[in-house]
């Protein structure tokens, strides 16, 4: 039997790219998949080559930023295949910019895609999962969350995915639900404005699929609340944000005191900003 056999699956910005991997990698796997993508033509080719292969699938291609549109998506899966097992929050914006040229039309759109997106998005799944006692929610993050240079809204809408998968993996584990994120390395149209990606054989979005469909499956049964980094060629797990020690502690603390602190016991924690990983 296939991984996902008898699954219902919804992959946003499934279109092309990323999100076009994943549901066909879904579908090849047994599951029954909504391909969302704000572009419908694309949505509708994506779903129509899924059923020439013997799988089952179907088109929708409303934005994820509406959160009726949200709503309405979830109902679709739930009306076409009587059940909601899976949501990969895929669909997100990205573009570069110095931080005196970016445009705060730009930033709010790019912030209702691929952050409002995702939390409409689960916030309905949620909803229906928890009624059946189980679930699944993949969030598509970056390792561009921890601060990419001349992508200060990616960065932040990715540090948010990071933060909704944390909150919502605590939340929902006693409800049968578990929710993951991966952080891949992709050559992509929304990749090619970005120089740490490369076209390399390592970063096609077909050696990412596998992750996705890992993480649906029950194979992934006892992994949850996790960040999971892949390449093609490597994997690995982030380190989610926690306290690092020491932990000073005083009745009150001046401004000296911090100053001293700060130069002092804490100056060996402290961290370089990212400025050379990303060029």
Partial sequence: MSLLSGKAVIITG???GLG????HHAASQG???VVNDVDPDLAHEVADEIRSQGGRAVANGDSVADAGNAAGLIEQCVSEFGTLDGLVNNAALNY???????DPARIRELVDVNVLGPLFCGTAAVKVMRDQGAGVIVNVGSGSMIGQRRAAAYSASKGAVASMTASW???LAGHGIRVNAVAPVAWTRMAQNDPSVVQTPEHSPDRVAPL????????SAGVNGQIIRFRGDILC???QTAIKEPVLERDSWTVEDIAEAID????????PPPSARWK
Avoid: K, Q
């Fill in 20 to 23: 076009r991997a994943f549901a």
């Fill in 237 to 239: 797990v982030l380190r």
């Fill in 212 to 219: 996705v469909t890992y993480l649906l499956s029950d194979l």
């Fill in 264 to 271: 002092g016991e804490l100056r060996e924690v402290l961290e």
């Fill in 31 to 33: 599951a029954a998949v």
């Fill in 96 to 102: 570069r910019a110095e931080p005196w040229d970016d």
């Fill in 14 to 16: 499934s279109g092309r």
């Fill in 169 to 171: 993996a605590a939340d």
